[in-house]
Every structure is written in structure tokens, then in C-alpha cells.
């Protein structure tokens, strides 16, 4: 007994087994992520390491190539690029796509590891990481207020927001663009160090002796027992200025004999605004598999309940948000879903002119496209435009089994057979048919799966919702459509149904198809008879077609008009914050001249892919929903945001937003790679080609990454002399380091928090080249030794 006779004589088993199946269909439905596109980022690992005060050169020679030489052994890679620039080292890592990313992190993690006590001690630990497109914040929201300044909105965000938006469901962490964290800043005065006969080395000493706070022990009796706390760590700067730092006899030098202690910020370089107003942005990661639109209105829904807590004044924003195009995308395609499911309906209802008949396809295709979203969850995708446009493609193919066993059990039926004879006579003819019909189509569409490519990629899981939709139509079409039919069809004219005002367009319809049919006879007769000729004009409309295709523009993905922009602005090397800041605001004067904007966040030095560069900005620009102008108008043309970015502030351009799935962010769409042992002439020849590039009127931004000209001081140091004083190379760097660079010391615990306690000289003192003669050494006799000896 077949499948097919099994469900006809048990309707309740083939109803249960269709039930289950949409069931856990639609549960399916609410529990699978949802996105834009389906993640296919490439497996790329990054290992990004900060080395405090060293040059690009010494980031390159101590870290970079070290790490190069250790990872280069890991299997699978397909290319390996790395950047030196001050401070920083970044080395991005990508494998091939047939290479699990998790087991490829971990090798390269352990390479990492394996090295680490071969790098500098200075450095901060590599962090090894996956450059997921999850790892990047789907949410911004801009925190701006009158009369407060980025330090006071960091505060309060921190205090006040960053938890409670973290235990949002599905929320990985919560990040800040653009804060200013609170820090305990010591200013010195070199002179007055000199004077005083102090080192950096001696601040450093006091102050992991004096601001500690150990473990003290306990105090036990027959009844209490206590727990002893020594309250040796500093909490304000008027305690710092009143650290020790050296005693000779009964004279005390204390810090505010050589300088002073504020409360200040750990990143004095970096600069928010939003709308021209000091702001902080505050990032939201979500988690790898959760629902972006979910995520999105958890924290607008806790943003809206946190408002009441927040200081009068403050003013919470907004500034992006990913899941307004997914929402938006999402919507339109589920919509063409419901549009085409009743298309269907209709067309089928209008060819069999029988209601009873037409009920059938009805109940099953809801059936199979349900299903579909279990077959989605077992394979750990998610709902995406391709997989909803998958399913909508499918509409017109899931209900061809159902119409192909429909048919054939009421052409027995209409000669007299009872429905429940029918069905069974109807299947055992057409089982076959059915079967091979479902291998066939998943033939056609499942080898897309099997690509390795990017492209192939992208579309796996649309080749998959279709083929997993055909094979579960073709298990309904076994199962519930001749349950249905075999109590739902019966002996009847097909015309019987067909009465008042449907009868009559039915009947309308169905002479208009006699009329089609007669004059497609007609054409039909007419070109058999001009064969040659019908040859010869299909043979130029291929012809036509293949030169046509030829000039038709190439994407990867369709350009799409999301109203958001991002604007970096690149000053040149060497410029500091407060420079880049003067071009930046030519920037937002710019874009406030633009009536379709409707905010935009611009910012200086963030800290994203390493420190901040003084050198670099950035916007991020949204425009109004409600709008004549399209995104590529506003941007293009010789009046548009990106001509006079490009025309009248040097070093800016405008990039339209894209899907993050497919690699996101904002990476240049071509780029050509030179490579030569000798890297002045590696500057030379890639200045060059850039210079040229920059002539072609098609191409809006050119930009090296390759820089050499970063103003740089060179201290010489005569080894022989500082052997002969005592002095160490090391001492010197430290000591550098520390004054000119400004270094962490030592650490402050505020209302459960841990800030840093930096120490640097005074701005003025640190102006030129002459500020080096007043910089001082301690030897290991003891002796303070002038930097210029």
C-alpha cells in the first residue's frame, strides 16, 4: 500500500502529519533571524594590536612582521594584508570560503599566543577577532543636550544607559563613538621636575606604592568577625596632588610641587557632534542569530522608558538603524508573497471555473511554504529577501503537484467514478509523475548550493527555500490533496457553480481564451509558413540581444537608495584633531545647506579599527523619508554632495551605504595592489599612479593607504655616552614616552568604576623641538642626566 492510499483511507493520519508539518513551520516563522540579505561574509580574521608611543617603523619591525611571519603558516589562506601607522597594528586574514571561520580564529589565535613573549612587553595583548558583519552596531543613537559637553553625555551614558540597553534580549554589548571617558590627568612641568630632582620614574614608583588597596586580613572574636580594609587608593585629584614623591630630611616633594592633578578625559583628541551639538554615540551589537528588527525595538522600547531618568535637557536620537531597511524590505516581499498567493487563487479559480475544485491548491500551498520555514531552521538560515523571494517564486511551483493530482482525480471523477475511488485510481497513475516532477525541479535549483563563490554564496539559501518548498509540495501532493479531493470533490458540471455575475465573467473569460486561442492558430500557421524569414529576424534579435548585454552596467548588488551616507574626511598626515575639525565643520556647513537631511553625526579620531587618528573624520548623514530626490541624485551630478565635498574640502568624500551581509561597512569598490621590496619607491610609484587616477572624471575619491609622510623627530641617542652615565635605552623611551606621549600609571575606583590615571607634560610644555633639552633621566646610580648630555 502506497503512501497516497494510506492517507486517503486515514484522512486523520495525512491531516495530522500536514498539521505537524505547519506547525513547526510557523513556529519556525517567529524564531528565525531575521536580516536584509543572508550572512555571507566571508571567513576574514583580523588581529589587531595597540602599541603605546611607538612609530609606524617600530610597529612594524617589532610587531607586525613578527606576527606576519607566525600567522603565514596557518592552512587555508588566501590572502594576508597588514597596516602599520602609530600606535597601531592590524593584520587582516583571509581564508578561503570552504574554511570554518571559528576553526581558522583559533589557529590563529594559538599562533598569536605561541609568540606573545617575543613581543614588547609595552603592548597591549593582540586581539584576535572575526570580522563578522554581526560584530559591527546595527543601532546608533545620538545622546546630545544644551550646555553639556561630551565628557558630562559620557557620564551619563555610561551610568546611565550602557547597562540597561546591554540586557536588552538579543543585545551582544553596547559601545560609545566619540566619548570622552572620565581620567585623573597629571600635568608636569619639566623644569620644575628638574628642579626638584624628580624622574618619571619616581612618579611611577610613588604611585603604585601610595594608591594601593590589598587585602588586610580579619579580626576574629566569639561573636563578630571583621574584615580589615586599608583605604590606601586615591579618589581625587586634590589627593593625587598630594601624593609623596620624594623626602629629604623633613622636607616633602608632593605632585603639586612639579605639577598638578585634574579630572580630565582619556581621549583629548576625539570630537562628537551631532546636528553641530557635542554628542556621544552609543553602538549596538546584537547577537550573531538574533532577530534585528527584534533587537531594534527592545531598545527603542527601553530608550523610551530610560528618557524619564535621564538629566532635564538631554536628548536621546536615533541616528541609524539597520532594521528600518530590513523591516522595509522584509514587508515588500511579504506583501508580494500574500499579492501572488491570491494571483494564484484567482487564476486557478478562473481556468477551473469550480469552486470545490479551486479550495484544494488553497489549503495546500499555505501548507508547503509554511513547512518551508522548518526546513530554513534545521539549516540555521534566516528569513531574507532572497529566501522570501525564493518562496515567492515558489507559489507558481508548489501548486503545480497539487493542480497535476487534482486534475487527474476529477477527470475520473467526471466519468462517473465515486471521489473516493477516483483518488485512489487518480494517485496510482500519477505517483510516479509526481515524484520525478520534484526530482527534476530540485535538480534545477539545488546544485546553486554547491557554489563556492561569493555570488554562489548569496544565493544558497534561496536555492535551498526553493528546493526544500518543492519537496514539501510534493509531500502534500501525496498526502493531504487527494485526502482533500476524496472528500471535497464531487460528481458535478463544471458549470454548475458558475452562476449570476462570476458565471458570466467566467464565461466572458472564457471567450475571450477561445479568441486567443484562434488567433495564436492563425499566427501560428502563418510562421510555418515563412520559416526562413522568422529565422533570419530571430537570428538578429539574439544578435541585438548579445551586443545589448554587452553595454548594460555590472553590480553586484543593485544600488539602493537607503537615505543614509557616510562622509569620511581624510586631512593630511601629520594634522591634529583641532585641524581636522576646522575642514570638518566646512563639511556639516555643507550638508546643512541640503534641505532633504534630517540629522548627521560627525565626529574626529574615533577609536574604530585602532586609536584615533587626529587626522581622520567622519558623517554619517540621514536623510528625510519624505523626499523628491533620490540618494544618487544628492550625491551625484556636479552639484552634488559629492562633487563639492570633493571640490572644496580636500580629502572628502561620500559613500552611499550598503548592505552589511555582503561585506558591508565602506571598503572601496576597487582597489589595485602594488608591491615592491623598497617602500620609498613602493611611495614614489603608488603617489604617482594615485595622481594620475585622480584625473579620470569618473573616479570621486583615490587614496593610498600607503603613507610616508607623516612629519617625524628623530632623537639620536650616543650609546657610548649613556653607558658611560648609566643610562638605559629603555629609561630614555619610558621617559619619552610618558612625557610627550602620555602614558597610563595607574588606575582610580569611582562609583564601581575603574578609570585611568594618566600622566603627560603640560601643552606648553610640549611645543618644540627645545622643550626635548628639559627632559631629565635618572641613571642607576641615581643621578638625574639631561636628555642633551
Known amino acids: 500500500m502506497t503512501l497516497s492510499e494510506i492517507c486517503i483511507k486515514r484522512p486523520v493520519l495525512a491531516t495530522m502529519m500536514n498539521l505537524v508539518l505547519v506547525l513547526i513551520g510557523g513556529v519556525a516563522i517567529f524564531r528565525l533571524p531575521v536580516r536584509e540579505l543572508p550572512d555571507i561574509d566571508p571567513p576574514i580574521i583580523s588581529v589587531q594590536t595597540v602599541y603605546p608611543g611607538a612609530n609606524a617603523q617600530v610597529v612594524e619591525t617589532e610587531v607586525t612582521e613578527k606576527l606576519e611571519d607566525v600567522i603565514n603558516g596557518v592552512e587555508g589562506i588566501r590572502t594576508l594584508t597588514s597596516e602599520s601607522r602609530e600606535e597601531f597594528s592590524s593584520i587582516t586574514v583571509e581564508f578561503n570560503l570552504a574554511r570554518p571561520i571559528d576553526i581558522a580564529a583559533q589557529d590563529v589565535r594559538d599562533r598569536v599566543s605561541r609568540i606573545r613573549s617575543n613581543l614588547p612587553d609595552d603592548i597591549d595583548d593582540p586581539v584576535v577577532a572575526k570580522q563578522d558583519s554581526d560584530a559591527r552596531p546595527m543601532l546608533w543613537v545620538a545622546m546630545y543636550g544644551d550646555g553639556y559637553t561630551t565628557q558630562q553625555l559620557t557620564d551619563i551614558a555610561d551610568r546611565l544607559l550602557k547597562d540597561r540597553l546591554q540586557t536588552v534580549g538579543g543585545v551582544s554589548s553596547v559601545i560609545f563613538g566619540g566619548e570622552k571617558r572620565f581620567a585623573i590627568r597629571i600635568r608636569l612641568d619639566a623644569k620644575r621636575m628638574a628642579a626638584h630632582g624628580i624622574a618619571v620614574t619616581d612618579i611611577e614608583d610613588a604611585l603604585k606604592e601610595q594608591n594601593v588597596e590589598l587585602p588586610s586580613g580579619k579580626i576574629e572574636n566569639l561573636g563578630r568577625e571583621y574584615v580589615i580594609r586599608t583605604l590606601g587608593e586615591m579618589k581625587t585629584p586634590e589627593e593625587f596632588n598630594n ?39 552609543i553602538g549596538v551589537i546584537k547577537q550573531s542569530q538574533a532577530n534585528t528588527v527584534e533587537v ?98 515558489a507559489i507558481g511551483i508548489v501548486v503545480d503537484d497539487s493542480i497535476i493530482v487534482l486534475e487527474n482525480i476529477y477527470h475520473h471523477i467526471e466519468r462517473g467514478v465515486p471521489p473516493m475511488e477516483a483518488a485512489l485510481r487518480g494517485m496510482r497513475e500519477i505517483t510516479f509523475a509526481v515524484i520525478a516532477t520534484t526530482a527534476v525541479l530540485v535538480a534545477v535549483f539545488l546544485p546553486l548550493a554547491f557554489q563556492t563563490s561569493i555570488t554562489g554564496q548569496l544565493f544558497v539559501e534561496f536555492a535551498v527555500a526553493l528546493a526544500g518548498s518543492v519537496v514539501i ?128 553625526f560627525s565626529a574626529v579620531a ?125 629609561a630614555v623611551s619610558r621617559t619619552l614616552q610618558t612625557l610627550f606621549g602620555g602614558r597610563d600609571l595607574s588606575t582610580v575606583k569611582i562609583g564601581g568604576k575603574e578609570y585611568e590615571v594618566i600622566a603627560q607634560l603640560q601643552a606648553e610644555s610640549r611645543l618644540t623641538t627645545a622643550d626635548l633639552d628639559s627632559v631629565f633621566v635618572r641613571s642607576d646610580s641615581g643621578k638625574l642626566i639631561q636628555l642633551s648630555s
Open 473 to 600: 509540495s510534493s509531500f502534500v501532493a501525496l498526502t493531504l490533496t487527494p485526502t482533500v479531493c476524496a472528500r471535497v470533490l464531487k460528481v458535478t458540471s463544471s458549470h454548475e457553480e458558475s452562476t449570476g455575475i462570476t458565471g458570466s465573467l467566467l464565461r466572458m473569460f472564457e471567450h475571450m481564451l477561445t479568441w486567443m486561442e484562434t488567433r495564436y492558430e492563425r499566427s501560428l500557421q502563418w510562421v510555418l509558413h515563412r520559416r526562413r524569414t522568422v529565422m533570419i529576424f530571430t537570428g538578429i534579435a539574439l544578435l541585438l540581444s548579445g551586443v545589448l548585454y554587452t553595454r548594460l552596467e555590472r553590480e553586484f548588488l543593485p544600488l539602493e537608495d537607503k537615505g543614509r551616507l557616510f562622509s569620511p574626511l581624510i586631512a593630511p598626515e601629520g594634522a591634529t584633531a583641532q585641524y581636522t575639525d576646522a575642514m570638518l565643520r566646512k563639511m556639516e556647513a555643507i550638508i546643512q545647506d541640503v534641505p532633504e537631511v534630517a540629522g548627521f
Open 243 to 281: 601624593l609623596v614623591l620624594q623626602r629629604n630630611g623633613s622636607t616633602l616633594t608632593r605632585l603639586s610641587d612639579i605639577g598638578f592633578a585634574e579630572a580630565g578625559v582619556e581621549d583629548e583628541h576625539s570630537i562628537a557632534r551631532y546636528n553641530s551639538k557635542p554628542a556621544v554615540g
Open 606 to 730: 574615533l577609536p574604530f579599527n585602532g586609536p584615533g587618528r587626529g587626522s581622520q573624520g567622519l558623517a554619517f548623514v540621514r536623510f528625510k523619508e519624505e523626499r523628491s530626490r533620490r540618494l544618487q541624485d544628492i550625491v551625484g551630478g556636479p552639484h552634488g554632495l559629492g562633487a563639492r565635498f570633493y571640490g572644496e574640502i580636500e580629502g572628502a568624500f561620500a559613500i552611499p551605504i550598503i548592505p552589511r551581509s555582503i561585506g558591508g561597512g565602506f571598503s572601496q569598490p576597487f582597489q589595485l595592489v602594488l608591491e615592491h621590496p623598497d617602500i620609498q619607491k613602493l611611495n614614489s610609484v603608488g603617489s604617482m599612479i594615485a595622481g594620475e587616477l585622480r584625473m579620470l572624471p569618473y573616479l570621486t575619491s583615490v587614496r593610498p593607504n600607503f603613507e610616508l609622510n607623516k612629519p617625524e623627530l628623530e632623537v639620536r641617542i650616543d650609546r657610548d655616552r649613556a653607558a658611560s652615565l648609566g643610562v638605559s635605552i629603555e
Open 296 to 393: 531594534s525595538r527592545g531598545i527603542q522600547d527601553e530608550l523610551e522608558r530610560q528618557k524619564a531618568a535621564l538629566p532635564e535637557g538631554i536628548q536621546v536620537f536615533v541616528a541609524y538603524n539597520e532594521s528600518i531597511f530590513v523591516e522595509k524590505a522584509i514587508d515588500q516581499v511579504w506583501s508580494t508573497l500574500i499579492v501572488a498567493f491570491f494571483l494564484v487563487v484567482i487564476t486557478i479559480f478562473v481556468f477551473l471555473r469550480n469552486v470545490r475544485s479551486t479550495l484544494v491548491p488553497t489549503i495546500t500551498i499555505p501548507v508547503s511554504l509554511t513547512a518551508t520555514f522548518l526546513v530554513l531552521s534545521m539549516m540555521g538560515y534566516s528569513i531574507n529577501i532572497l529566501t522570501l523571494l525564493g518562496l515567492v517564486l
